[in-house]
């Protein structure tokens, strides 16, 4: 009969777990970086003038 600490780790392969694991904090580490620079945009107004010429430019297109 195996105790329950030995029970459940029995499966556990922690280079599975360390490989989802530095994936998914690179994932947010990377996300998080972009919306920074994003809300760093809006608060400089740059964000503002993007969409302007973006704007003009999808009308200038057309």
């Not at 760093?40 to 010429?53: H, M, P, Q």
Request: charged share 10%.
């Amino acid at each position: 009969m195996q105790s329950v600490r030995t029970a459940g780790l029995a499966g556990n392969d922690m280079s599975i777990q360390l490989f989802f694991g530095f994936t998914l904090f690179l994932a947010m580490f990377t996300i998080g970086f972009k919306i920074n620079s994003v809300m760093e945009e809006k608060a400089f107004g740059i964000w503002n003038r993007v969409n302007l010429s973006l704007t003009w430019l999808s009308c200038a297109n057309a």
